[in-house]
Structures are given as structure tokens and as C-alpha cells.
Nanobody, 123 residues
Framework: VQLVESGGGLVQPGGSLRLSCAAS????????IGWFRQVPGKDREAVSC????????TYANSVKGRFTISLDNAKNTVFLQMNSLKPEDTAVYSC?????????????????WGQGTQVTVSS
């Protein structure tokens, strides 16, 4: 399975973006998928994760109520809808996946990673 992110860009504070993580070579059936973000010089931060088995989701406190993760099985794509964006959301966002029913917020859980997409929130 290969993961390809898209949807990043420059947006003003308060704006919205939708990131996509497309799977090629397989489906997300039976996988756990997570979104992570990283700013240069800082540790990688977990944003959200979802289990394809039961649809359960988890969010970091910093994005709860603003971001929504979802899985479209027909498109083999995981989305991260980001609303009410703040300058502190600026980072490279990467999706990750692993063959597991359990999704966690620990980056070490995942063995498949996309290349990342830049999100910049600035006026």
C-alpha cells in the first residue's frame, strides 16, 4: 500500500482545508489510519486517527471540535477536514497506516507513511 496526501496549501486564519490521503495498491479495509503533523525543529504531533474496522476516531485536544477525520471506502481515501484554522496549525501533515483494527495516536504504531503536504495558516 502506498499513501499519497493532497489538499495542503495557504489559508487565512479561520479558514478551512480538506486533506486527502489516498491508498494505492490496496484498500484501507482492515487498516488503522492516522494523521500527524510536524513543524521543523519540533516533535511530530498526532492529530487524529480512525479505525477502518469500527470507524472509531480519536482527536488531539488541540484540534477537537475543529478537525474531522473520515474514511471513504469507495474512494480508498481518508479525509481530514480542518475548520477554524489557526496559525499554530501550520505544519507538514502526513498520513500513516498500519494493518490493524486498532488505531492509536502513537506514530510508532504505523509502518506506512505518505510524503506529507504543507499546510500554512497565515494572513
Amino acid at each position: 500500500v502506498q499513501l499519497v496526501e493532497s489538499g495542503g496549501g495557504l489559508v487565512q486564519p479561520g479558514g478551512s482545508l480538506r486533506l486527502s490521503c489516498a491508498a494505492s495498491g490496496s484498500t484501507f479495509n482492515g487498516y488503522a489510519i492516522g494523521w500527524f503533523r510536524q513543524v521543523p525543529g519540533k516533535d511530530r504531533e498526532a492529530v487524529s486517527c480512525i479505525s477502518s474496522s469500527d470507524g472509531s476516531t480519536t482527536y488531539a485536544n488541540s484540534v477537537k471540535g475543529r478537525f474531522t477525520i473520515s474514511l471513504d471506502n469507495a474512494k480508498n481515501t481518508v479525509f481530514l477536514q480542518m475548520n477554524s484554522l489557526k496559525p499554530e496549525d501550520t505544519a507538514v501533515y502526513s498520513c500513516a497506516a498500519t494493518a490493524s483494527r486498532l488505531a492509536t495516536m502513537w506514530s510508532g504504531w504505523y509502518d506506512l507513511w505518505g510524503q506529507g503536504t504543507q499546510v500554512t495558516v497565515s494572513s
